[in-house]
């Protein structure tokens, strides 16, 4: 069994350098997002997706090439960023950084600590992992999850979690026991 974590392609606030996490106002994908979701190649027999609209539209464009339905599981949504999500990633990139090497840490305004965001993810899919055993899933997300799923660290501990680049339409792909 393996499980195919995809981040979602390219949104309108990937381009206008706006810090996403869970903001109703980050919108979908653009045309360059589209495109990258149709070129995406990855099979599986689950397809699990990320409420937020740009996972959403992400997971349908697989969806349509693979013939899956779209799962959709709200446990697997960026990390919540209070005051910090609208505003422009340069302005705020020390205070993200800091949440990442200190993952007990709440951002401003409200939200969830990566430590927080951590045990969501790896909650959830240990759920569904166990749900779709011996089933190929993919998981269309976002990068925090993404980081947070495959990190050898634990944030829990107050490890701090390196912030690695996760690009937009990257699949990595983990088995259980791994990441899950």
């Known amino acids: 069994m393996a499980v195919h974590l995809v981040r979602h392609g390219?949104?309108?606030?990937?381009?206008?350098?706006?810090?996403?996490?869970?903001?109703?106002?980050?919108?979908?994908l653009t045309a360059a997002g589209r495109a990258q979701a149709a070129a995406l190649d990855v099979t599986g027999t689950v397809l699990v997706s990320s409420d937020l609209p740009r996972a959403r539209e992400t997971a349908e464009i697989i969806a349509a090439r693979?013939?899956?339905?779209v799962l959709v599981d709200a446990g697997l949504r960026e990390q919540r960023l209070g005051a910090l999500e609208g505003r422009?990633?340069?302005e705020v990139q020390p205070v993200i950084d800091g949440l990442w090497a200190h993952p007990l840490?709440?951002?401003?305004?409200?939200?969830?600590?990566?430590?927080d965001l951590h045990l969501r993810v790896r909650r959830t899919l240990g759920r569904l992992a166990a749900r779709h055993a011996g089933e190929e899933l993919v998981v269309v997300t976002h990068g925090g999850p993404i980081r947070?799923?495959?990190?050898?660290?634990?944030?829990?501990?107050?490890?701090?979690?390196?912030?690695?680049a996760v690009g937009n339409a990257a699949v990595i792909t983990v088995r259980p026991g791994a990441a899950v």
């Open 148 to 164: 947070v799923a495959t990190t050898g660290v634990d944030p829990v501990s107050g490890s701090a979690v390196p912030r690695v």
């Open 10 to 28: 390219q949104s309108a606030w990937n381009v206008a350098g706006r810090v996403q996490g869970q903001s109703p106002r980050a919108g979908s």
């Open 105 to 115: 840490r709440l951002p401003p305004g409200g939200g969830e600590s990566v430590a």
């Open 66 to 69: 693979l013939g899956l339905p």
């Open 88 to 90: 422009r990633f340069a």
